[in-house]
């Protein structure tokens, strides 16, 4: 018989332990227990310097309703959440305990995409280990980042098996008087696959599995104060679903993307966060109090029906809960604040580029994820940009299903979506391209030269071809 203590959050991470009662199975409508990630689990450089060993490794979990194991950084899922200012040394060691090579990408950071810094090409093979050290920019934007491992053809794998983390950049965002007074907490959203799921959808969409997990956590409770503000920062660390977030009787206010903070607050009645996306919200939590679902509402990444593939998980009707936000006592209502940071406006691009995105037969490799009709190919140089120059990208979509678009190094505004202008200025560094769908981003490659890529964040697409090189010339 396997007793409800077993369904601790966190086995092998030391998380703080609940007791019996306040933890539920995962098909409960009930709220699992309050979020509060474990003291252990925050990492914060100190007079300057992050310096942590970070060991990739199989290892048990007791997260409701999964097959039990699953991969982690340090016995953790989501791995330790790394707290970072402007200016701080980051000296990581990873060790590699898996049965496939790994590496580690600092996904959204601004750092040299060489050396020992953000470079994906780096191979780290099983039992080998690999220290990575940069220096984030003194000017670096506040921000949720996001670390996990990158290298080409075991990151679908590696990802969906558990690995991630939430790194948090502090900074200006942080210090507006009316952000600081909120009550933060950091949602790490990860599907995993259910102990009876078999393999999941295939890998033809992108694998996703049915149990929601939040910080490790189904369906944890968030306990605030009736009138206070609420700020969710939110990270979709999966490997393919799209979440659809609504909060009952609540709107959300985003006041940062990916890259960091907006001009102005923008209301929403429901988020979409495609992978390796972020969202920096505000909630008003309603005076009178009481108990408010966040829910994940049913997308559909297929956008014509076809190709025998099989119907994703997403595709139902039903929304599921993510969490549960529960007041507890109140204080006098806090306003939202009326201005953030200004972002800049990036103008004059010297070129424009198209990226087809589709898939497609490959003679003697069969079905490929495919950008501007080429599979990646790690001998290639795809793209070859200068350093300091402004580009427009047209990312055209000619297939069936939506694809996130990833750059990594610079960041990316977009400009106009079929057209049709952006409401408002923004930093990603994902960018979704509905099937069917042109947007035309534009970003400027400053500071680093060097090689790095862009691709497909459904990670099985990447894994399976879409991906391209990029070469920024000094
Ligand atoms: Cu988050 Cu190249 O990836
Ligand atoms: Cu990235
Ligand atoms: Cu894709």
């Given amino acids: 018989m396997i007793s409800r203590r077993s369904f601790l959050a966190l086995a092998a991470g030391g998380a703080a332990a609940a007791s019996a009662g306040e933890l539920r199975h995962a098909w409960s409508a009930r709220p699992q227990r309050r979020i509060n990630p474990a003291a252990t689990s925050v990492v914060r450089s100190k007079a300057g310097l992050l310096k942590l060993d970070l060991v990739a490794q199989e290892m048990p979990i007791s997260i409701p309703g999964t097959s039990r194991r699953a991969l982690t950084y340090n016995g953790l899922l989501p791995g330790p959440q790394l707290e970072l200012e402007p200016g701080d040394l980051v000296q990581l060691e990873l060790h590699n305990r898996l049965k496939n090579p790994t590496n580690l990408h600092f996904h959204g950071l601004h750092i040299p995409p060489n050396g020992t810094a953000d470079n994906v090409f780096l191979r780290v093979t099983p039992g080998q280990k690999q220290s990575y050290s940069f220096t984030l920019p003194d000017n670096h934007p506040a921000g949720l980042f996001y670390y996990h491992p990158h290298h080409h053809g075991t990151v679908a794998d590696q990802v969906f098996g558990g690995l991630g983390g939430a790194l948090l950049v502090r900074g200006e965002l942080d210090r507006i008087p009316e952000v600081q007074a909120a009550q933060e907490e950091v949602l790490v959203l990860k599907d995993l696959l259910a102990a009876n799921e078999g393999s999941g959808s295939g890998v033809m969409l992108g694998r996703e ?266």
């Avoid at 968030?222 to 609420?230: E, F, H, R, S």
């Avoid at 959300?252 to 390796?276: C, F, K, N, R, S």
């Avoid at 198209?354 to 501007?372: D, Y």
């Avoid at 994902?430 to 090689?451: C, I, Q």
């Fill in 209 to 474: 599995g049915s149990i929601l997990s939040v910080n490790g956590q189904v369906n944890p409770e968030l306990q605030v104060a009736a009138g206070g503000l609420l700020r969710l920062r939110l990270l979709n660390a999966s490997n393919a679903r799209f979440w659809r977030l609504a909060l009952e009787g609540h709107t959300m206010h985003l006041i940062a993307t990916d890259g960091g903070a907006l001009e102005q607050p923008v209301p929403l009645q429901e988020l979409l966060l495609v992978p390796g996306e972020r969202a920096d919200v505000l909630v008003q939590v309603a005076p009178e109090g009481g108990r408010f679902r966040l829910n994940n509402l049913p997308y559909k990444r297929l956008g014509r029906p076809g190709m025998g593939m099989r119907r994703p998980v997403t595709d139902q009707h039903q929304a599921d809960i993510v969490a549960t936000v529960s007041t507890n006592g109140a204080v006098t209502p806090q306003p939202l604040p009326q201005r953030l940071l200004r972002v800049e406006e990036i103008s004059s691009p010297v070129r424009t580029r198209r990226f087809v995105m589709n898939h497609g037969m490959v003679p003697s490799m069969g079905m490929a994820f495919l950008i501007n009709g080429e599979r990646y190919s790690h001998a290639r140089i795809d793209t070859r940009v200068r350093l300091g120059e402004t580009e427009d990208w047209e990312l055209v979509n000619t297939g069936v299903m939506d694809h996130p678009f990833h750059l990594h190094v610079n960041p990316m505004q977009v400009i106009s979506r079929n057209g049709r202008p952006e409401p408002y200025r923004a930093w990603r560094d994902v960018v979704l391209v509905r099937s069917g769908e042109t947007v035309r981003v534009r970003t400027r490659f400053n500071d680093f030269a060097g090689k790095s890529v862009y691709h497909c964040h459904i990670f099985d697409h990447e894994d399976l071809g879409m991906m391209g090189n990029i070469l920024i010339e000094a």
